[in-house]
């Protein structure tokens, strides 16, 4: 088959099979652009870690200059391309004032980072300095975004903040839509293959490790089937609370209660009441209160108490 006959080919698929064109409509926001902005957005936040050569408190103010001109150009060109496609009406001047406010919020967001790069070098005792966190830790990236996805997703920003958080998801192995609202001292071990759904509220103080999901139970449907949006479908998990690898936590009315620990492996649609450890014996999902002092999951293996119950 000559190309000219695939293009021929390809053209009728176009016009016959449709929905997955995009054709003489508002010209989208480029994968490649924002990919670039989440780059330099993490340069703005973390400077001196991520450029080629060092960089001296002297030459800070110009660098600082320089990449806000940068990342106010291309942040205000993609959310303009966002509004047109959300038909938001004066899509130009309210991409401007949406890329200022967001600016704008730079220096509090350094401060609530602060708290997850603190929390990773104090939550594993393999981290040998702050360095090392920001440089290598996967939960520093995909954090970082998420918190900046997160307040253009509630300025109400189509597209843009899912992309964002799909870059550092790509990178990372971490998928944590923007709509999910994290407490300061988030810390995600490992990283690989957490997923913390839109819905998802995180207190302060939590440690995550690899393969935990924030899920929904369920989706509730309209009459024809279609999933209705903007509901609560994911789980709440309070202040200090633990959750080991693959633990799976699903719900819109499911609580994990403050200062709880949930084991490696459980599968949870029910809440649980504050200072509870949550694990399995043999086939039976256990959940009991924490004993005095108990810190790690690995102390639950001895036989349970009479206060222990089965679910």
Not at 231 to 256: E, F, M, S
Request: proline share 5%.
């Amino acid at each position: 088959m000559h190309l000219a006959a695939i293009k021929q080919a390809l053209l009728s698929s176009y016009r016959s099979d449709g929905g997955i064109n995009h054709l003489d409509g508002s010209n989208l926001p480029s994968q490649a652009s924002v990919n670039q902005l989440a780059t330099e957005c993490m340069h703005l936040l973390f400077p001196g870690f991520f450029e080629e050569s060092g960089l001296t408190e002297r030459d800070l103010p110009a660098h600082v200059e320089r990449l806000l001109v940068k990342i106010d150009r291309r942040m205000a060109a993609e959310i303009e391309k966002c509004l047109r496609f959300g038909a938001t009406p004066s899509p130009g001047e309210r991409a401007r004032e949406l890329t200022t406010t967001l600016l704008a919020q730079f220096p509090e967001l350094r401060k609530l980072i602060k708290t997850d790069v603190a929390a990773a070098y104090q939550g594993d005792p393999a981290a040998r300095s702050i360095e090392e966190i920001i440089l290598a830790y996967p939960c520093v990236l995909v954090i970082s975004l998420q918190r900046l996805a997160h307040v253009l997703y509630h300025l109400g920003v189509p597209l843009l903040p899912r992309m964002l958080t799909e870059y550092a998801h790509e990178r990372t192995g971490c998928d944590i839509h923007p709509g999910a609202q994290l407490g300061a001292h988030f810390f995600i071990d490992h990283g690989t293959g957490v997923v913390i759904g839109e819905t998802a509220t995180v207190g302060a103080h939590v440690k995550l490790y690899q393969g935990v999901t924030l899920g929904a139970k369920s989706f509730e449907v309209d009459d024809d089937g279609v999933p209705i949006k903007g509901v609560k479908r994911h789980p709440d998990i309070g202040d200090h609370v633990t959750i080991y690898a693959h633990a799976t936590i699903l719900g819109g009315d499911t609580r994990v209660g403050a200062h709880s620990i949930i084991g490696s492996n459980v599968w949870l649609m029910k809440s649980i009441p504050d200072h509870s450890v949550t694990y399995f014996k043999g086939e039976n999902l256990v959940v009991r209160s924490r004993r005095k002092k108990e810190a790690m999951v690995e102390n639950i293996g001895a036989p349970p108490h009479d206060h222990d119950w089965e679910i």
